[in-house]
């Protein structure tokens, strides 16, 4: 006998983005259907991320190099995970983060 899960459907994409620390970038857009991010350490220096196109360096969620990466879900963290996020980076040159997103499909 056959056992089918039905259930909404998740995939997931991982991005990246490029930030500055003389302005703060959008990273990612609102999205009601996700469900949960992870932002990756940077490979050097550092960035802080928020839901405000304010973000002020090492105050809230910050990354540095060597850091675990931060993970958001809708379960554990609420809607968060599916407004607006914004980044700045520390160093003077461009930083390069990744950003795995999951979202969820229902059917």
């Given at each position: 006998?056959?056992?089918?899960?039905?259930?909404?459907?998740?995939?997931?994409?991982?991005?990246?983005?490029?930030?500055?620390?003389?302005?703060?970038?959008?990273?990612?857009?609102?999205?009601?259907?996700?469900?949960?991010?992870?932002?990756?350490?940077?490979?050097?220096?550092?960035?802080?991320?928020?839901?405000?196109?304010?973000?002020?360096?090492?105050?809230?969620?910050?990354?540095?190099?060597?850091?675990?990466?931060?993970?958001?879900?809708?379960?554990?963290h609420?809607?968060v995970?599916?407004?607006?996020?914004?980044?700045?980076?520390?160093?003077?040159?461009?930083?390069?983060?990744?950003?795995?997103?999951?979202?969820?499909?229902?059917?």
């Amino acid at each position: 006998m056959e056992t089918k899960t039905t259930g909404p459907a998740r995939h997931s994409i991982i991005t990246t983005a490029t930030i500055s620390n003389s302005a703060t970038n959008s990273v990612l857009r609102a999205a009601a259907k996700r469900v949960a991010i992870l932002f990756s350490p940077p490979s050097a220096n550092a960035y802080s991320v928020g839901l405000d196109k304010n973000v002020v360096l090492d105050q809230g969620i910050t990354l540095t190099a060597n850091s675990a990466p931060v993970k958001l879900t809708l379960e554990e963290h609420g809607d968060v995970v599916t407004r607006g996020w914004w980044a700045r980076a520390s160093a003077a040159t461009p930083t390069t983060i990744g950003i795995f997103e999951t979202y969820e499909e229902t059917p």
